[in-house]
T-cell receptor
Framework: DSGVTQTPKHLITATGQRVTLRCSPR?????VYWYQQSLDQGLQFLIQ???????AKGNILERFSAQQFPDLHSELNLSSLELGDSALYFC?????????????FGQGTRLTVV | AQKVTQAQTEISVVEKEDVTLDCVYE???????LFWYKQPPSGELVFLIR??????QNEISGRYSWNFQKSTSSFNFTITASQVVDSAVYFC???????????FGKGTRLHILP
């Protein structure tokens, strides 16, 4: 158990809909990272938050957004969903502000868009 | 720019054979971190090892060993006496100090045949 909790584990939704994925980081970790794993793109970095503020952005679509709350949990919002958004979404947490030296991921949320 | 290459897309070996998974990385930084993760069929990402760029000492953990060679920018992973439970996708990854993301290779799918 990595200590990073993601909910839900599975999500099935229709095209055009909006979903929210939730991540609770390990106790004491201030950084949260979101990754998308799709068959064609592999594991791709989406976005990072540190102590409530956006720290870095990767290949995140404009239809996607994230935030980190005062209690440090984070949510990834995916809107106007398309079939191609079907993927495994991972959250990871780290105590550092910069430099990914900690290495623990949640179990992922498998999103299926139909 | 950071890049991780896992040239072996898929490998099949018979149980009890040794198998080496290759990883070649590119980075301009002198300080960086290398990782290996295991993704079993259940989907979670399991952290296996992290090495920093200043520590080229090879590491052994049970049946697992890692060979880090800066001269060839490689960080190879060997499983000795493979077991069926080792069947998974293995990812090599890189993070540069001060950066805020981890870059993954495309992964190597390992099949251990009984």
């Amino acid at each position: 158990d990595s200590g990073v909790t993601q909910t839900p584990k599975h999500l099935i939704t229709a095209t055009g809909q909006r979903v929210t994925l939730r991540c609770s980081p390990r106790s004491g970790d201030l950084s949260v990272y979101w990754y998308q794993q799709s068959l064609d793109q592999g594991l791709q970095f989406l976005i990072q938050y540190y102590n409530g503020e956006e720290r870095a952005k990767g290949n995140i679509l404009e239809r996607f957004s994230a935030q980190q709350f005062p209690d440090l949990h984070s949510e990834l919002n995916l809107s106007s969903l398309e079939l191609g958004d079907s993927a495994l979404y991972f959250c990871a947490s780290s105590v550092e502000r910069g430099g990914f030296t900690e290495a623990f991921f949640g179990q992922g949320t498998r999103l299926t868009v139909v | 720019a950071q890049k991780v290459t896992q040239a072996q897309t898929e490998i099949s070996v018979v149980e009890k054979e040794d198998v080496t998974l290759d990883c070649v990385y590119e980075t301009r930084d002198t300080t960086y971190y290398l990782f290996w993760y295991k993704q079993p069929p259940s989907g979670e990402l399991v952290f296996l090892i992290r090495r920093n760029s200043f520590d080229e000492q090879n590491e052994i953990s049970g049946r697992y060993s890692w060979n880090f060679q800066k001269s060839t920018s490689s960080f190879n992973f060997t499983i000795t006496a493979s077991q069926v439970v080792d069947s998974a996708v293995y990812f090599c990854a890189l993070s540069e100090a001060g950066d805020d993301k981890i870059i993954f290779g495309k992964g190597t799918r390992l099949h251990i045949l009984p």
